[in-house]
């Protein structure tokens, strides 16, 4: 029986760094889908198996902030690594919930996004011990 690997999913207005982002998600040995819009990812009929989230902070119509925001409104608790350009715009995250665990500057070290998404992973795997 072929294991189940994580998905990683990438949320980013930039093409080139969702592209990015998923060929080194890949590479590692996860799935990863990419979505080019905040409204697109949530209107995906996989979002359940999502084990991971990598998205941009600042993009047109819903941000990453607001589409944390909303899965938490929804009960749908995923582990989130926050990306973005523009830090001096960035808010304190610690007051978004223990499933942030990480806010990246463009460009980041693939090394530290790598260690950020196994964070997600554990964390997810305590949420699934219950289940």
Not at 47 to 74: E, F, K, W
Request: proline letters at 5%; charged letters at 20%.
């Amino acid at each position: 029986m072929p294991t189940k690997r994580p998905l990683i999913a990438i949320v980013d207005d930039d093409e080139s760094m969702r592209e990015a982002i998923k060929g080194l998600m890949r590479s590692i040995g996860f799935d990863a889908v990419t979505f080019s819009s905040a409204h697109d990812f949530l209107s995906d009929p996989d979002i359940h198996r999502t084990s991971c989230l990598v998205t941009d902070i600042n993009m047109p119509g819903m941000s990453g902030l607001d589409l944390h925001r909303r899965l938490v409104a929804l009960g749908k608790s995923i582990p989130t690594v926050l990306i973005t350009a523009f830090p001096e715009k960035n808010v304190r995250t610690s007051a978004f919930g223990s499933d942030i665990v990480g806010c990246l500057i463009k460009p980041f070290d693939e090394q530290i996004l790598y260690g950020c998404i196994l964070s997600a992973l554990a964390l997810n795997s305590k949420g699934d011990s219950s289940s």
